[in-house]
């Protein structure tokens, strides 16, 4: 069956695609590391899924910085 794509995702969602707390994801958000709106009489956070999206790739860059800056056994070689 084909999974459909929302717009937009709750917290748990959040926090189960990037396989991390609903905790984490909350700071994520309140951060501002993570954009989010606020939505209903209680307030509930939801995450636009482009949003997602985008922080993921942002950090797949910000990992390939660390690692071209930080190449594995560079310490470790005696030449």
């Known amino acids: 069956m084909a999974e459909t794509t929302r717009r937009f995702l709750l917290l748990s969602d959040v926090a189960e695609i990037l396989n991390i707390s609903a905790a984490q994801a909350y700071a994520l958000v309140r951060s501002g590391e993570l954009p989010a709106i606020k939505i209903g009489g209680r307030g509930q956070w939801r995450?636009?899924?482009?949003?997602?999206?985008q922080y993921i790739k942002e950090a797949y860059e910000r990992t390939r910085a660390f690692v071209q800056a930080h190449p594995f056994g560079a310490d470790e070689e005696g030449d």
Do not use: D, T
């Open 47 to 53: 995450v636009e899924s482009s949003a997602l999206e």
